[in-house]
Antibody, heavy 119, light 107 residues
Framework: QVHLVQSGAEVKKPGASVKVSCKTS????????INWLRQAPGQGLEWVAWISPSNGNTKSSQHLQDRVTLTADSSSNTAYMEVRSLTSDDTAVYFC????????????WGQGTTVTVSS | AIQLTQSPSSLSASVGDSATITCRAS??????LAWYQQKAGKAPILLIY???TLESGVPTRFSGSGSGTDFTLTISSLQPEDFATYYC?????????FGGGTRVDIK
């Protein structure tokens, strides 16, 4: 089966950075893109960015593109998202999700990583 | 960016009832729409993609329809495990966006 397993919860101070990992298994890592999303407490889903692990191409939301960096390590089948200059507005559960192989939906999700930004 | 407007934002229904959720796009997206179910504290689950294609393993009481700007998710006979929040998402172009969500709870 396909699995996406994310790194554990993080607590950061304002202005710090956080890097979340998403280890994949059960499929060809470089064949399908990975999306990153977040969900603030009590709020809806927000798309953050996408990476193609095969060539490193990325797309990001305009809201976050200056503070987000996506990378993908094909030797460990792991995708990473780094968010810099954190503020309290970045407090959220962050998800990685695999893009569908034949469509742009997201067919397999990680379990989520809670990032709390607090002084 | 394409905006997706879901309605209603919440609905109350009984087990066995039918429930219908709509999603309207701010511009035409052909059939590039997906629907998800999310329960509290869990990651979303893909239900439908390309507006009407049921994801493998999803019960057939879930169905989707629409194209262009207007889409519908229908749950034909609500089961206890269906009480959750539902989101639509377009994949017509970047940036990807989601609807605001519809909470379905027990009457």
């Amino acid at each position: 089966q396909v699995h996406l397993v994310q790194s554990g919860a993080e607590v950061k101070k304002p202005g710090a950075s956080v890097k979340v990992s998403c280890k994949t298994s059960g499929y060809s890592f470089t064949s399908i893109g990975i999306n990153w999303l977040r969900q603030a407490p009590g709020q809806g889903l927000e798309w953050v960015a996408w990476i193609s692990p095969s060539n490193g191409n990325t797309k990001s939301s305009q809201h976050l593109q200056d503070r987000v960096t996506l990378t993908a390590d094909s030797s460990s089948n792991t995708a990473y998202m780094e968010v810099r200059s954190l503020t309290s507005d970045d407090t959220a559960v962050y998800f990685c999700a695999r893009r569908g192989s034949t469509h742009g939906g997201m067919d397999v999700w990680g379990q989520g990583t809670t990032v709390t930004v607090s002084s | 960016a394409i905006q997706l407007t879901q309605s209603p934002s919440s609905l109350s229904a009984s087990v066995g009832d039918s429930a219908t959720i709509t999603c309207r796009a701010s511009q035409g997206i052909n059939s590039a729409l997906a629907w998800y179910q999310q329960k509290a504290g869990k990651a979303p689950i893909l239900l439908i993609y390309y507006a009407s294609t049921l994801e493998s393993g999803v019960p057939t009481r879930f169905s989707g329809s629409g194209s262009g700007t207007d889409f519908t998710l229908t749950i034909s006979s609500l089961q206890p495990e269906d009480f959750a929040t539902y989101y639509c998402q377009h994949f017509s172009a970047y940036p990807i966006t989601f609807g605001g969500g519809t909470r379905v709870d027990i009457k």
